[in-house]
């Protein structure tokens, strides 16, 4: 059985800190333990409530012991090395980049040039890791409003939104209704902030009604 050596209100008061603010679910674990074991709580006990075995709990306190705060992140190097590497990375990024919409394509390219297998898992997660997110592809105005016009009109409008704020007044928005000749359009990976579009073709204009 083993029990914190350190229960001084100072140590505990820093535990609590680090159970609570703490952004990394290990570190708010592992601050709660050494807490609970504050409390009272065995060694038993504590291999209960965070279904660990006793030599991890072990690990926790001698990490705490010798390096207080730092003991509870977890150190460089460990887990699983990435398989590819940074250069490698890049290019896979790129291969996705071109099939937006088939990731398994640029694992395929991928294995191709690397001769090593990556799964549609790992390739998601070097999508998100370069911040793309999966979002409809887009189709763009057939020209761009003139932007004299445009910033006319928000001139015209800003004033309004800033009465409606306090309550002055209420703006609405009133469109046309219609139907529309172009087909759904699906949804790709994209780098975030930026969209993939479709060129609108002239005869599957919008019909007003």
Same mark, same amino acid.
Not at 15 to 20: A, E, F, I, N, S
Not at 24 to 45: I, N, P, Y
Not at 87 to 116: C, D, F, N, W
């Given at each position: 059985?083993?029990?914190?050596?350190d229960?001084?209100?100072?140590?505990?008061?820093?535990?609590?800190?680090?159970?609570?603010e703490s952004? #990394?679910?290990?570190?708010?674990?592992?601050?709660?333990?050494?807490?609970?074991?504050?409390?009272?709580?065995?060694?038993?006990?504590?291999?209960?409530i965070?279904?660990?075995?006793?030599?991890?709990?072990?690990?926790?306190?001698?990490?705490?012991?010798?390096?207080?705060?730092?003991?509870?992140?977890?150190?460089?190097?460990?887990?699983?090395?990435?398989?590819?590497?940074?250069? !490698?990375?890049?290019h896979?990024?790129q291969?996705?980049?071109? #099939?937006?919409?088939?990731?398994?394509?640029?694992? #395929?390219?991928?294995e191709? !040039?690397?001769? +090593?297998?990556?799964?549609? +898992?790992?390739? +998601?997660?070097?999508?998100?890791?370069?911040?793309?997110?999966?979002?409809?592809i +887009? #189709?763009?105005? !057939?020209?761009?409003?003139?932007? !004299?016009?445009?910033?006319?009109r928000?001139?015209?409008?800003?004033p309004?939104?800033?009465?409606?704020?306090?309550?002055?007044?209420?703006?609405?928005y009133?469109d046309?209704?219609?139907?529309?000749?172009?087909?759904?359009?699906?949804?790709?990976?994209?780098?975030?902030?930026?969209?993939?579009?479709v060129?609108?073709?002239?005869?599957n204009?919008r019909?007003?009604?």
């Amino acid at each position: 059985m083993r029990f914190m050596r350190d229960r001084s209100p100072e140590t505990q008061r820093l535990l609590r800190r680090c159970d609570k603010e703490s952004p #990394h679910h290990r570190v708010r674990q592992r601050a709660h333990c050494l807490l609970l074991s504050c409390d009272g709580k065995t060694t038993k006990e504590l291999m209960h409530i965070f279904d660990v075995e006793r030599l991890t709990i072990s690990h926790w306190f001698k990490a705490w012991e010798r390096r207080r705060c730092a003991g509870l992140s977890d150190h460089a190097g460990r887990g699983r090395p990435h398989k590819l590497t940074e250069a !490698e990375q890049e290019h896979a990024h790129q291969y996705m980049a071109q #099939h937006p919409q088939h990731r398994k394509k640029g694992v #395929h390219l991928i294995e191709q !040039e690397t001769s +090593k297998r990556v799964s549609t +898992k790992t390739s +998601k997660r070097l999508l998100k890791k370069n911040r793309d997110v999966w979002k409809r592809i +887009k #189709h763009p105005p !057939e020209k761009s409003p003139d932007p !004299e016009k445009y910033e006319r009109r928000k001139a015209l409008i800003n004033p309004r939104h800033t009465r409606e704020r306090p309550g002055a007044c209420a703006v609405w928005y009133v469109d046309a209704s219609g139907l529309c000749f172009t087909p759904s359009l699906p949804y790709a990976w994209q780098l975030m902030g930026s969209v993939i579009e479709v060129p609108t073709s002239a005869p599957n204009r919008r019909r007003n009604v």
